[in-house]
């Protein structure tokens, strides 16, 4: 009898693209702008993403539009999560104690720059995602954004929402 392993790429959806943008705004600010500049409608959800590590558990905040209309569906992601986290240090004779460390960890890591991801899924027009870009880059709070290539990344399975 033959066995048929599934891997997971096999229900990866490779039907989206990812906006990088980096600005030094909080996350409900940047919601709020986008909304206005790119007429959308994101609301934050009730769950964050949730990375757990060995030291700390860190918690990305998530926002969502759904363009009925248009059946896309866009994600605003945070990257960066800055948070405390308890680090085991050796004490010597008396074993080891946790210290308190002010820790910053990335929900794609090989992005540190990036402060917060753009998420577009669905079928979409090219030149969407061309003037989405062009648009975020005219924000005057906004430094850059630009497209970011999905095969280069290390850690894309934290993107499926």
């Known amino acids: 009898m033959q066995v048929h392993a599934l891997e997971i790429d096999d229900f990866e959806d490779s039907n989206f ?25 994101f609301k934050r959800e009730k769950d964050s993403l949730v990375v757990e590590d060995e030291v700390q558990n860190a918690t990305f905040s998530v926002y969502n539009y759904e363009d009925e209309s248009q059946f896309i569906n866009w994600y605003l992601i945070a990257n960066k999560y800055h ?48 003037k989405t870009i062009q648009s975020i880059k005219d924000m005057e709070q906004v430094i850059t954004s630009y497209t970011i290539d999905i095969d280069t990344l290390k850690s894309k399975d934290f993107l499926i929402l």
């Open 83 to 130: 948070g405390v986290s308890k680090v085991p240090i050796a004490n010597g004779l008396f074993g080891t104690i946790n210290e308190t460390v002010n820790r910053t960890s990335y929900l794609i890591p090989e992005k540190k720059k990036t402060d917060f991801l753009v998420k577009i899924e669905g079928d979409f027009d090219p030149y969407l995602v061309h």
């Open 17 to 41: 693209t990812l906006i990088s943008i980096h600005t030094s705004l909080s996350d409900y600010k940047l919601a709020y702008l986008l909304n206005r500049t790119l007429q959308t409608s």
